[in-house]
């Protein structure tokens, strides 16, 4: 049996190591918890939360991320595709003589978004949104669809496009209902391969975003005004006293964020002062992003036990700039989600607020295709606990099925970022828990003869690149390991 659930390890957060970890001290962690979370939950920093959220009526939210989506998987289609319309798609690619879904290392193909929606749709259930973090589009789309044209008509990739983010936002609309989706862009949602989505993306898909996803969760032209100046929003869900927020976080990432400074320094102005406005007005807020902060762990490398290269996900300085605008708002912001590197993983930002990030749809980077379902407090607005269903594709099961519960692996209860602070040192120091962390990162894609999900000698990057979000601390983690 693990140590895990020995009383020795109930004080592993009283040694301060995730406050250490993201650059605080105890004293820090402690000084910036005198907030709601942490007025709640203060007790799980020594032994979980325990009952907090059992005594409270709970309801589930439904994530899914990057899917991007490859309309050119079967290039005879593509003729019939480009002269229809987007409600037609579905019928052209019924007919299709590829009917498996996609296999690792490939974006996402008709069968298995078919596969994925079929699964949204048997689970959304009561859950009060759907949320969607970014990646409609497959990986170099424009380039795909240039070889099939024929041609670089940029016109007509523009058009195609457009009509792929139509046919897509509409079945996921018919996959869950009236709920509203809730969704931030991906940096492959956009017409260039080597630049952010733009004012001229922004204008041609607002108006597919709104009317499919959002609907009547934002006002319309308090969205379009932002969207289209900057691809980012916030929208108040009816009867939820709650602000979400979806930002566009690809402008803070590297190589882009030097180009865009003006653009991000506007949109950190403007979270600024809606997170003000929020927490004036007695709301809470769950912040939706694609690209994570962070470090990008498969272009981080070592050698002989020393971290060798190091890639961080956004450039320091704008890293340094949002942190700091949460730092001013502590027990406001009670969810946060991130998407991007297509795992099953989390991210600490700051002492008591942590990102969870859904793994991807795709299984392009070798991931089992998979989604989540969080569990949230009715009166908190705090996710409790989440279960993942996956797609097993060595197995080609008929559906996405239960892959597993959070609560039930970690044996922990409560509030779920709490949680996720307790396990952070355990990750070091349980062996047990390390190795359940480390078999569902991918979504059940498990160590073979041809995979290695995470090779000994590259789990402290992964483990220090939970808890340390600057370059400085996330270095000197890994080589202390």
Known sequence: MSPYASKKNQGALHKGLPG???????????????????????????????????????????VFTDVHFNPFYDPTLFPYLKAADPEQWTTIFQGSGITAPSVWGEDANYPLLALALAGIKRNVRASRMVIFTGDILGHYFSTKFYALNGSNDQIAMQAFTDKTIAFFTKQVRAAVGTVPIMFVLGNADSYSLILPPDANFFGSTAGFYYSQF??????????????????????????????VIGLNTYE??????????????????WLDATLASAQARGKKVWLLMHVPPGALYPNCVMTNGQLTTTKMMWYAQHQTKFLNILAKYPGLITFTLGAHTHMDEYRIMLPGITMEITPGITPYFNNNPAFKIFTFSESTLMATDYTILNYDLASAPPIFSDYYTFSTVYFMQGFLNMNRMELCPLLRTDSWVQTKYRERYYSGHATSNTFNPIPDENWPIYWAGIGNMDETSFVTAVNTY
């Open 20 to 62: 250490q970890l993201i650059g605080f001290s105890r004293r820090d962690f402690l000084k910036g918890s005198a907030g709601a979370v942490f007025g709640l939950c203060l007790g799980s920093l020594i032994g979980g939360c325990g009952g907090s959220s059992n005594s409270n009526p709970t309801f589930p939210v439904l």
């Open 214 to 243: 959002l609907q009547s969760a934002a006002d319309q032209s308090t969205f379009l005004a932002t969207f289209n100046s900057g691809g980012y929003y916030s929208a108040e869900p009816e009867e939820m006293n709650l602000v």
């Open 252 to 269: 803070f990432s590297q190589p882009f964020g030097i180009l865009f400074s003006t653009e991000i320094d506007t949109q950190l102005a």
